[in-house]
Nanobody, 127 residues
Framework: VQLVESGGGLVQAGGSLRLSCAAS????????IGWFRQAPGKEREGVSC????????YYADSVKGRFTVSDDNAKNTVYLQMDSLLPDDTAVYYC?????????????????????WGQGTQVTVSS
């Protein structure tokens, strides 16, 4: 299984970025894809997740209303649209995947639930 993130970069506060997570070797339509972030000196934080079974989503309170997660099963890709970005959103963003039919998505903001991880993409938000 390989997960490849892209779309990170430098943006001013209030701006937007869209991250992509392309999955290969993974049964895409039968799992959960999560987005996590880790800022320097801080623990890895769960941001959002999506069930590729039914498209249901879950968000951390810190990003609710600003970030939107979506998937394109035909492309085996999950997206994280990030709007109204804040300097506190600066971090390396990772996607992670696990094959499961679980429905309690809030559990999947915990990193230990995942089997596969991407290499990360840097997001920097300037004030």
């Amino acid at each position: 299984v390989q997960l490849v993130e892209s779309g990170g970069g430098l943006v001013q506060a209030g701006g937007s970025l869209r991250l992509s997570c392309a999955a290969s070797g993974f049964t895409f339509e039968d799992g959960i894809i999560g987005w996590f972030r880790q800022a320097p000196g801080k623990e890895r934080e769960g941001v959002s997740c999506i069930s590729t079974n039914d498209g249901s989503t879950y968000y951390a309170d810190s990003v609710k209303g600003r970030f939107t997660v979506s998937d394109d099963n035909a492309k085996n890709t999950v997206y994280l649209q990030m709007d109204s970005l804040l300097p506190d959103d600066t971090a390396v963003y990772y996607c992670a995947a696990v094959n499961t039919d679980a429905t309690m998505l809030w559990i999947y903001l915990n990193s230990y639930e995942y089997s596969y991880w991407g290499q990360g993409t840097q997001v920097t938000v300037s004030s």
